[in-house]
């Protein structure tokens, strides 16, 4: 029921750079309610990684940066370290699910 | 520091009833400020809102499972249910409870660890 565009995949070398990307819509992203990301280990629970689009709570190093244009956001990850091996997740508020809607999900590879 | 832990049945047979509950532990359930959510991503996919509610007994759904879904909160024992009604096969996931901070976007943070659920006869 995703409703927020990510590539399924993306990969770099250690100490790259990479970014991916979340496409919403008008009824979501585009409507101006924030974007949040979230970070997945295998076999392990969603956890938050960026919020209020360009938010980093506690913790997370500022090695993680979010930004927002119109209907569209992205998590940028600089100085790829082989343990950001993971899930990403967009996330919005969606008008007409009238709540959240998440991302189709991107996994981040270390070559 | 705030914890969630889901519990509940791992196996459920097709057309009965799916009921987890989600005890919240590090501080207390009745925050005006927050909802208390729960979502499920079945193994090897993304993830689904299924719906939330807030101390005050306020409810939002998810459309898709509304019309077999209900969530509860006990003030009392600190914790929230979730009970969906009717379940097949699609609704076999890992299912996850977390605090909704509400507002423009509706952020979730923390999360349970999650419990699997599967739909099977």
């Known amino acids: 029921q995703s409703v927020l565009t990510q590539p399924p995949s993306v990969s770099g070398a250690p100490g790259q750079k990479v970014t991916i990307s979340c496409t919403g819509s008008?009824?979501?992203?585009?409507?101006?309610?924030?974007v949040h990301w979230y970070r997945q280990f295998p076999t392990t629970a969603p956890k938050l990684l960026i919020y209020?689009?360009?938010k980093r709570p506690s913790g997370v190093p500022d090695r993680f940066s979010g930004s927002k244009s119109g209907a569209s956001a992205s998590l940028t990850i600089t100085g790829l370290q082989a343990d950001d091996e993971a899930d990403f997740y967009c996330?919005?508020?969606?008008?007409?699910?009238?709540?959240?809607?998440f991302g189709t999900g991107t996994k981040v590879t270390v070559l | 520091q705030m914890q969630l832990q889901e519990s509940g049945p791992g196996l459920v047979k097709p057309s009965e009833t799916l009921s987890l509950v989600c005890d919240v532990s590090?501080?207390?359930?009745?925050?005006?400020?927050?909802?208390w959510g729960w979502f499920r991503q079945p193994p090897g996919k993304g993830l689904e809102w299924i719906g939330a509610?807030?101390?005050?007994?306020?409810?939002y759904y998810n459309p898709s499972l509304k019309s077999r879904l209900s969530i509860t909160v006990d003030v009392s024992e600190n914790q929230f249910s979730l009970q969906l009604t009717s379940v097949t096969a699609a609704d076999s996931a890992i299912y996850y409870c977390?605090?909704?901070?509400?507002?423009?976007?509706?952020?979730?943070?923390?999360w349970g660890q999650g419990t699997l659920v599967t739909v099977s006869s």
């Open positions: 977390a605090r909704v901070r509400g507002g423009s976007g509706w952020y979730s943070d923390p």
């Open positions: 590090g501080d207390s359930i009745r925050g005006s400020t927050y909802y």
């Open positions: 509610c807030h101390y005050t007994g306020t409810t």
């Open positions: 008008s009824s979501n992203i585009g409507a101006g309610y924030d």
């Open positions: 209020g689009d360009t």
């Open positions: 996330q919005s508020y969606d008008i007409s699910l009238r709540g959240p809607v």
